[in-house]
């Protein structure tokens, strides 16, 4: 197993979850098989209980893991399914631990943050790296990304483990990658002080940076390199430019022309193979047309939803249409600015706030023939409106709300439950796909596997009087509803699973390959 790790500088929030994904697909498309691990030094067990509006998006794996955003990244780029050994928080590391203690693992020692501490975390990154595939085979090469930045005090256990693994390692497995920042002064010239602080930091702590990645507005010229190569003693072909790219998908491409294959390979002892370019044709598709789509949300911040855009984009691609997202405040937009948007997507989220103006949304797609997608609470949301509008059930809603008919209810198991933790329903569960659908046309297949992330269904007691009036519930898991449409409209569809958490550039989820195609249909029409 060789190891590439990932460290940042200056600042949080440079994008060392997308250099690593980057770099993965690049060392992917040279036929190596790559996984990836995060870790996050928060004392939370996972990120399930975080605020998106501070944290951004919670992605759900396979497993039912609720983690950072950046594992999202790694499965879209590498296009792997990863587990929850995979994202490593301190609240993780220490719980072990702690419980090792209580046990008597470690036979009456004093347990102390190095070698125990760090013991576990190494071991936690070596179970991660050595987890087989599905068609089981195993990694060959892990790419560890440590969040935060170097110099934070919760990250100083993490990095000390890092530096451990590289005296343990031989060395041409092990190679540390440091993603800093290389801001420009109003004259435009690039300052390099900020980075060689952050390497001095580095070093401090032991670690020495193999390659450095800059990331800056503009490409790095090559006087920039030199300075940054003489100041942190390291080659200067080991010196990246990361330049802000149009579009994430880009990046691999831009570092591939940087020659970054070329110094790892020479780092890691890897053979120097000639790449498969066909994931970049992919995502390098040019556009034929375009669409606007109107997101109904009530977080304000883009990072809530990024699998939604990524999935819009992967299904754009595909149909060679570029996918322009217009953001509304469930609260705050008019209801006529929405006759603007060629479809209205309405995701998910908690709480009773903006419910109403996202009800609002959906009943306008409805009756004006707008093509609309529902996603968890989005298709909740539209069979309540449904309930009020068409089946006469005037006070509709959810049991989430208060007050009102619940025809989403809480979910049995959830009753009585009382830590917020990991106790949703997650991660992957099967839906039968009723023949003569939409639904069955989008997938083409009877069953499907798809990820969940939600506490409330549509209320058994309610399915009947809302199928009589014309609501079909298109999927099921037992009995529960896990898709809903509406015939005789040009795309009315909703699901209570997120299907943009499978979504890859090569593989659109099929809900979404087919929003896009019926908002193109509706932009021809106008």
């Not at 002892?269 to 995502?283: E, H, M, Q």
Request: net charge negative; hydrophobic share 35%; charged share 25%.
């Amino acid at each position: 197993m060789k190891y590439i790790i990932v460290t940042g500088g200056v600042m949080s929030g440079l994008g060392k979850g997308i250099t690593a994904a980057s770099v993965g697909r690049i060392l992917k498309n040279r036929g190596y098989r790559v996984t990836a691990v995060k870790i996050d030094p928060y004392l939370n067990i996972d990120a399930g209980t975080m605020n998106p509006a501070q944290h951004g998006e919670v992605f759900v794996l396979k497993d039912g893991s609720e983690v950072d955003l950046d594992l999202g990244n790694y499965e879209r780029f590498l296009d792997i399914e990863l587990t929850a050994s995979h994202n490593i928080t301190t609240g993780k590391v220490y719980r072990t631990v702690i419980e090792k203690e209580r046990r008597g693992d470690f036979l009456g020692e004093t347990v102390q943050i190095i070698p125990h501490i760090t013991d576990q975390i190494k071991t936690c990154i070596r179970q991660a790296a050595e987890e087989e595939f599905p068609d089981g085979t195993k990694a060959e090469i892990c790419l560890v990304e440590v969040g935060g930045t170097v110099g934070d005090i919760e990250s100083m256990p993490f990095l000390e483990a890092i530096r451990q693994m590289r005296g343990e390692l031989p060395q041409h497995d092990y190679v540390l990658i440091h993603v800093t920042l290389i801001p420009e002064d109003t004259m435009g010239d690039m300052k390099t002080k900020p980075t060689q602080h952050s390497v001095k930091a580095l070093r401090e702590l032991g670690l020495h940076a193999d390659i450095i990645v800059g990331r800056s507005e503009h490409p790095m010229s090559a006087n920039t390199k030199r300075k940054i190569s003489a100041f942190c003693d390291l080659p200067q072909n080991a010196v990246i430019s990361a330049a802000t790219a149009p579009d994430t998908y880009a990046v691999p491409m831009e570092m591939e022309k940087e020659g970054i294959a070329d110094v790892l390979s020479a780092h890691l002892g890897l053979d120097r193979k000639d790449a498969d370019t066909s994931w970049y044709r992919v995502v390098n598709k040019e556009y034929t047309s375009r669409v606007t789509v109107a997101i109904v949300s009530k977080y304000g911040i883009e990072d809530v939803y990024i699998s939604i855009k990524e999935a819009l984009k992967h299904a754009g691609r595909a149909l060679s249409t570029e996918v322009k997202i217009a953001w509304l405040d469930a609260e705050r937009y008019e209801r006529c600015s929405l006759k603007d948007y060629d479809g209205i997507l309405i995701p998910g989220g908690f709480g009773k706030r903006g419910i109403e103006g996202k009800i609002e949304a959906i009943q306008f797609a409805r009756e004006n023939k707008v093509p609309f997608l529902g996603l968890c609470l989005g298709f909740q949301l539209a069979t309540a409106e449904y309930a009020r509008h068409v089946a006469g059930i005037a006070d509709a809603t959810s049991e989430e709300f208060g007050e009102g008919t619940h025809v989403i209810a809480l979910l049995p198991e959830q009753e009585g439950l009382h830590e917020l933790g990991g106790t949703m329903r997650l991660g992957n569960y099967t839906a039968d796909i009723r023949d003569g659908t939409l639904a069955r046309k989008l997938y083409g297949e009877k069953q499907v596997i798809e990820r969940h992330r939600h506490r409330y269904e549509v209320n058994p007691e309610y399915i009947a009087t809302l199928e009589k009036e014309g609501l079909v519930f298109s999927a099921t898991n037992k009995n529960r509803m896990e898709c809903l449409e509406l015939p005789g409209h040009p795309f009315f569809f909703a699901t209570q699973f997120h299907p943009e958490f499978k979504s890859r550039p090569t593989k659109p989820s099929p809900p979404y390959l087919g929003f896009v195609e019926a908002c193109r249909a509706n932009k021809r029409t106008k």
